[in-house]
Nanobody
Framework: QVQLAESGGGLVQPGGSLRLSCASSGSIFFTTMAWYRQAPGNERELVALTSTNGNTNYADSVKGRFTISRDNAKNTVYLQMNSLKPEDTAVYYC?????????WGQGTQVTVSS
């Protein structure tokens, strides 16, 4: 069984920073790991993705502000979020692609408000 657990969410003021972590259980190598987010009334959207070779992709809305990184030895992915805006408020989900498909975490709430 594979489980992903997000942590690091919370309430921050506009312009602040948060660092999200996603730790995986089990002994599975993930080819890609990514962060998604979903705000109330919106569809889930891809925020950032990283592949095994370190290539990354970002949503236009977060480029220059967010950084995704990966610790392959720990099967852990991080999302450093800087210069946060109210529109970044959402539930952030970790995902990972492994040998048996795509897995999802339960999500962590990020709220950006003054």
């Amino acid at each position: 069984q594979v489980q992903l657990a997000e942590s690091g969410g919370g309430l921050v003021q506009p312009g602040g920073s948060l660092r999200l972590s996603c730790a995986s259980s089990g002994s599975i190598f993930f080819t890609t790991m990514a962060w998604y987010r979903q705000a109330p009334g919106n569809e889930r959207e891809l925020v950032a993705l990283t592949s095994t070779n370190g290539n990354t992709n970002y949503a236009d809305s977060v480029k220059g502000r967010f950084t995704i990184s990966r610790d392959n030895a720990k099967n852990t992915v991080y999302l450093q979020m800087n210069s946060l805006k109210p529109e970044d408020t959402a539930v952030y989900y970790c995902s990972a692609v492994g040998p048996w498909g795509k897995y999802w975490g339960q999500g962590t709430q990020v709220t950006v408000s003054s």
